[in-house]
């Protein structure tokens, strides 16, 4: 019996983190050893190695080979030493890649709770957690009186502070007791100024909230060096530049710009203010249309500039710029030669919407095109010797005599005036600053965004500063398919692999494969403004990109489409019986109701099934500062401002009232190769 008990014991022991750390030495945060996990990340599985000894983390090496480099990439080269140095697992994550950075995060902690960590006192140990949340009573003698406190708190907040001090003088002791509650909650600390005139009081009630937070465990040093409402005393040194062009922003424009500019032999510097390069581009899964190119000949399709202009113009409703639609047809074949130049090759040719012909271009192996060019394009910078300067924004256009003469930028720990003679704007759109799209479409209030956290608009607002024009600015595009949680997009080939919609009365409500406005005002007309995606494991099975959407949460399954029905709240009956209508129409080819003619090669017969609840999200702004061909941005009088240069989506004219799949990176590399041309020609 007592053998049994014994043996009991020790397994709860190997089973239970908490139970382990209770049995290590007083002041040992740690088993000694080396120690593994693994968790599930973006792209793959994320592993730890973490080596500890008994006080410290010695070391944390993480492994992510299938994380996006420029993304996830970022979180498994840098959070390993991030949390060595604060000795906790719970470190900030990278932006824009929170899925790896909790995959790290979960892996390091379940490592270190192997080694007999208490994680909770981590991160006390670190700052991180401030209190142990919950509700704490204290008392202190104060002038007319007891004092009573009620202090609640979270991990690292004081969520309230109750007084009770009936017998203070109320014109004195009293003002203490109405007003240091709020004084002590947004201070964070106790410590806070008294009244003056009732320090008795005043003494009392920092005693009894001193008393109460420190049975919460709070350490007292630690909240008044944390203390909120102090004044930040940052200092930042003030740094000068000397340089020929300033290229802002690395996202698709940007980078084509810079690779362009060294190859010209400039001098430059390359701004971002995210952590990492790429932008929206990283987010461009389609292709770039290009004409008349060498893959086109080889492949025997027949496509002309003519043709390519003609599709833009009519994609866009005839809204846009005509002579920069002229210029991105024309210059899309020598765009196309200069990728593969630098080893960005677009060989894969299909058809996308809007296009007469097969014009987009696509890598070889089908996968993503704006991962591939930026990875492609990052490689090649560094290849090149440039290195871009990351977490750096840009603030603000430096004008003097009516030219531009650079710009200043701000990083954590610098100011900088970058004095130049040329200013390449390759700043992106404005789709995740809800302000500012609210302020020119107040109807897309509360919209998610499937943007890229940079794209703010900055290169928009620091033009209009030096008075540049904008075009367009009101048209921003919204993709029908994204889900609203997460804002992840889901891309338009599961529709044009055979996906249908339905809404919450288990409907079909539109052609599904119209144009993404059309598709997104028909999702609005909904009740309740969404609607479901509908697909079956036939589709899943020749459709990589699902396996994220699974792999996210974000589909719901089920065996029968009953079954999927219930799950969604929908009535049953009907969802069966659109799916026996819809598999009658792709068997007769012919959609009598709402005459889809695409994406009607396969039935949704191959149980499970599969939903995803999406509706519209802002997707691109076509609008932005007016550029002309060469790239130079146009003033409110119509005239160039002399060294200032914009391409890619900061720009507005090329897409006019909608943007067609392919013609987002064709712009990035066509007018960003363009601004760099003009802005060395300038700079000479
Ligand atoms: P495009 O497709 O036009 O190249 P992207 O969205 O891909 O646009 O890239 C724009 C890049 O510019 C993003 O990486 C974004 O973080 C960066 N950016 C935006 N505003 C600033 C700014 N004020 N300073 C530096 N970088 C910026």
């Not at 390993?80 to 790896?100: C, F, K, M, N, W």
């Not at 204290?138 to 009186?145: L, S, V």
């Not at 201070?187 to 009244?195: E, K």
């Amino acid at each position: 019996m007592k053998k049994l008990l014994s043996l009991v014991l020790s397994l709860m022991l190997l089973c239970s983190a908490s139970a382990l750390s209770d049995a290590l030495p007083e002041e040992t945060l740690f088993t000694p050893g080396v120690y593994q996990a693994e968790e599930q990340g973006f792209g793959g599985t994320v592993s730890v190695t973490v080596t500890v000894d008994e006080d410290e983390i010695l070391s944390v090496a993480i492994e992510g080979p299938n994380e996006t480099p420029t993304l996830g990439g970022v979180a498994v080269e840098t959070m390993g030493q991030e949390i060595v140095a604060a000795r906790t697992p719970h470190v900030d994550i990278v932006t824009g890649a929170t899925v790896t950075s909790n995959a790290i995060i979960a892996a390091v902690t379940a490592a270190l709770e192997q080694a007999g960590a208490d994680i909770t006192q981590l991160d006390m140990n670190a700052g991180r957690v401030l209190f142990i949340p919950g509700t704490y009573e204290a008392e202190a003698q104060g002038f007319g009186g007891p004092i009573h406190v009620i202090v609640t708190v979270s991990e690292d907040e004081i969520l309230a502070v109750v007084i009770e001090g009936a017998s203070e003088t109320p014109t004195l002791g009293g003002v203490a007791v109405d007003t240091m509650d709020d004084l002590i909650k947004e201070a964070r600390t106790p410590n806070v100024d008294g009244v003056s005139g009732a320090t008795v009081t005043s003494t009392a009630i920092v005693a009894a909230v001193t008393e109460a937070l420190t049975a919460a465990g709070a350490d007292l040093t630690l909240l008044d060096d944390l203390r909120l409402d102090k004044e930040e005393d940052i200092t930042r040194e003030e740094k000068t530049i000397d340089t020929e062009i300033v290229i802002v922003g690395a996202g698709g424009a940007g980078m084509a710009a810079a690779i362009m500019a060294k190859q010209a032999g400039k001098d430059f510097v390359i701004l971002e203010k995210m952590p990492y390069v790429g932008g929206n581009t990283t987010k461009a899964t389609g292709g770039m249309n290009a004409a008349e190119t060498h893959y086109q000949k080889e492949q025997g399709i027949e496509d002309s500039v003519e043709l390519f202009a003609a599709d833009t113009m009519k994609g866009g409703h005839d809204i846009n710029d005509p002579e920069l639609v002229r210029t991105l047809a024309e210059k899309s074949a020598e765009a196309i030669d200069w990728l593969d130049s630098i080893g960005a090759e677009l060989p894969k040719i299909s058809f996308s919407g809007g296009a007469s012909t097969n014009r987009i271009h696509a890598p070889a192996d089908g996968s993503a095109v704006g991962n591939y060019l930026v990875d492609k394009f990052y490689a090649k910078l560094k290849e090149l010797g440039v290195s871009v300067m990351l977490n750096t924004e840009a603030t603000e256009l430096i004008m003097k005599d009516g030219k531009i003469a650079g710009v200043k930028a701000e990083s954590d720990d610098a100011i900088y005036t970058i004095n130049a003679k040329a200013v390449i704007l390759a700043t992106g759109g404005f789709g995740a600053n809800e302000d500012m799209y609210t302020q020119y479409r107040p109807d897309l209030k509360g919209t998610v965004t499937t943007n890229a956290p940079g794209a703010t608009g900055d290169g928009i607002v620091m033009a209009q500063a030096v008075g540049a024009a904008l075009v367009d600015i009101e048209q921003i595009q919204l993709h029908p398919t994204v889900e609203q949680t997460t804002s992840m997009l889901i891309t338009e080939s599961v529709r044009g692999d055979g996906a249908i919609l339905v809404n919450q009365g288990g409907k079909r409500f539109t052609n599904e494969l119209l144009t993404r406005d059309a598709v997104s005002a028909a999702e609005l007309a909904q009740e309740g403004c969404y609607a479901y995606i509908l697909f079956d494991q036939h589709l899943r099975d020749n459709l990589k990109a699902i396996e994220k959407y699974v792999t996210n949460g974000l589909t719901v399954q089920a065996d029968t489409i009953e079954e999927l029905a219930e799950k969604l709240s929908i009535d049953p009956a009907t969802l069966a019986e659109t799916l026996k209508n819809w598999n009658e129409i792709v068997k007769n080819q012919n959609d009598t109701e709402f005459g889809r003619t695409t994406g009607m090669n396969n039935d949704l017969s191959t149980p499970p099934y599969y939903a995803i609840k999406i509706a519209p999200g802002i997707h691109h702004t076509m609008g932005g500062v007016k550029i002309n061909t060469a790239a130079e941005v146009i003033d409110v009088n119509g005239n160039p401002i002399p060294g200032l240069f914009a391409a890619g989506e900061v720009t507005g004219g090329v897409h006019g009232g909608n943007r067609l799949g392919g013609n987002a990176v064709a712009d990035i590399v066509i007018f960003g190769r363009i601004a760099a041309e003009s802005a060395v020609a300038y700079t000479k």
